[in-house]
């Protein structure tokens, strides 16, 4: 793996990954071979075993302003179809392992799709969130009109959708898109913080309870519980299940290993 447009440091903390989108001039615009370089390297750090949780970030001034509409201008339908970006992006949703995006400055457009791909969000005070695609004729594409009404209801949605306008960190943590606001020199240390709480858990059952929640968006409520049974009863036949009990009978510490 050798990525251009982003900067990945495997283990930027114990168990801790971190992938940084560097485009700062673009203010971080996902081109295509952006979101390629995301793909590559969550598919990698979900097989590395030593990672356990993954905080993928943008800079001070930007996560990101959304898909690069300089990229997409000239394209017509065919083209877009026949680039199938959205592969990607199902891809990247494939991920097993936690991510976390540390969110500063713009989360716009496939920007703010890519913040709630992830499956949770901690913002700068600065952070702003926005669906503008309706101001440049067209709209989200990569789930913004499905995720963002699942996390902050149908009325809120609309309203962010079809003006485009921003709203604030603390209106999105009000809201329950993103999961704490904190000042702008703490964002990432605080992304990190929540990262290093979820590495020390078991990261068999960290992957099996984050694929059950997801399925409370996807199944109706019988399948789910069925499914969350089955994963529930699964995590009975790892070491970690002896370990994480007998810890506590034992008032002691667990140490996952993972198995
Ligand atoms: C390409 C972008 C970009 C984008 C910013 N830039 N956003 N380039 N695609 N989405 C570039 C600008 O062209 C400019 O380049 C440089 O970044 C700095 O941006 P400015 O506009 O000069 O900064 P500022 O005045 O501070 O305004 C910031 C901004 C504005 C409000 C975020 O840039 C903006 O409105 N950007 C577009 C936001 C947007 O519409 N996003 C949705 C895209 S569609 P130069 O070369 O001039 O310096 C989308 C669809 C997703 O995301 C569908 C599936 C993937």
């Known amino acids: 793996m050798n990525p251009e447009l982003i900067i990945v440091t495997p283990e930027h903390r114990p168990h801790i990954a971190l992938i940084q989108i560097n485009r700062p001039k673009e203010l971080n615009a996902l081109n295509l071979q952006v979101m390629g370089e995301i793909r590559d390297a969550l598919k990698e750090l979900d097989a590395n075993e030593n990672v ?50 540390a969110v500063s400055g713009f989360a716009l457009g496939g920007g703010c799709e890519l913040c709630m791909t992830c499956d949770m969000i901690v913002a700068s005070e600065t952070a702003q969130f926005g669906q503008p695609e309706i101001k440049i004729g067209v709209m989200p594409g990569a789930g913004g009109t499905q995720r963002l009404p699942r996390a902050i209801g149908k009325a809120k ?24 606001v904190v000042p702008p020199d703490s964002y990432l240390e605080e992304a990190l913080r929540l990262a290093a709480e979820i590495a020390q858990q078991s990261p068999i059952a960290v992957q099996l309870a984050k694929e059950s929640v997801l399925k409370a968006f996807e199944m109706p409520l019988q399948e789910a519980l069925s499914f969350e049974r089955k994963n529930f009863y699964m ?25």
């Open 52 to 101: 356990r949780v993954i905080v993928l970030t943008g800079n001070e001034r930007a996560f990101a302003a959304g898909a690069d509409i300089k990229q997409m201008a000239g394209k017509d339908a065919v083209d877009m179809l026949l680039i199938d970006q959205f592969s990607t992006w199902d891809q990247i949703r494939k991920t097993k392992k936690p991510i976390i995006a």
């Open 157 to 180: 949605a609309m309203e962010l959708v079809l003006t485009g306008k921003f709203m604030s960190a603390t209106d999105a943590y009000n809201a329950g898109l993103v999961n704490r």
């Open 235 to 259: 995590l009975f036949a790892t070491q970690d299940q002896k370990e994480g009990m007998a810890a506590f009978v034992e008032k002691r510490k667990p140490e996952f290993k993972g198995r």
